[in-house]
């Protein structure tokens, strides 16, 4: 049942589509790490994905791994990863297109656009749009895809305090917020969430600002995507999910993207994804302890 939610799940997300060729003559380079993050404009569900893809110019090849935010077979939501290969093409105007098959052999593409490229041609951030619109959400999945560094990374590649501005997709009630998050670089992390919500008592009538203090743990592969856990002192606010570092600097992590494993107790059905930007540069005291850990190259 697993398995065959998985593939469903897979192919509601990206749709079926062709193969792109191998990698033509082009003034733009596509070589190294990069980051996927997009999400479904529209439809009646909301969904969400993130991904860490190693592309090979010269081959005109790619693989990586992601994972997707989507409804499940029993009605709720459920995060599904997948390993994909595939190849991609981008022209002399930096459009282009992706075509990978995923470990269970189901196809998909997104069409591309290059939008920044370093003096040299290598392409540090593409626009992202799916073909299709996904049957079961009715939406179309769009995003950004960003070059990040091919190094490996690790818990102590987020240190110091990041701001995080959160929103709640498809949810009945409106709900965002703004905070901070304090990585420890030892896999601890604290979180202040202010969130704006409705008022207990009178509902949507006022909306309030409601602070979260929360601390928990976190977990970096090597490519960059990893997990957290955080909750309140009381255990009354909960939550977890899945990240990947989107843009970094020297190998430390500048932004990242959260998405919530399951949807917020106040907000019914709603999806929370929420993105993190490094504020306060790394102290000079510490840049010996840091470079130890693997987090400066």
Known sequence: MR???????FVCLLGFSGRASAQVESQFLVDGRYAIDFEGSG????QAAIAVLEFDAEAGSFNGNSVNALPNLLGGRGLFPFTYTGTFAVDA???????????????????????????????????VVVREINPVTRSLNAGVIRRISSLPFGASSFYGTYALSLLERDGRIPVGGLGTVEFMGDGR????????QPDPEFGEAIRRWN????????????????????ADGAGNNQFSGVMAVTSTRDHRTEEA???FSVPDALNGE??????VKRVIQLPADRTEWFVSQGGLR
């Open 257 to 259: 993207t959260l998405v």
């Open 43 to 46: 439809g009646v569900e909301a």
């Open 211 to 230: 602070t979260l203090v929360l601390q928990g743990t976190y977990q970096v592969g090597l490519d960059g995507l990893g997990s957290f856990a955080i």
């Open 3 to 9: 398995f065959l939610a998985a593939i469903i799940a």
């Open 93 to 127: 105007s930096g459009a282009g297109a992706l075509s990978a098959l995923n470990e269970v052999g189901l196809p998909f593409t997104m069409d591309l656009q290059v939008t920044a490229a370093d003096a040299d041609g290598l392409v540090q951030e593409l626009a």
């Open 270 to 275: 709603g999806l929370p994804i929420a993105r």
């Open 189 to 196: 992390m604290s979180v202040v969430l202010r969130r704006n």
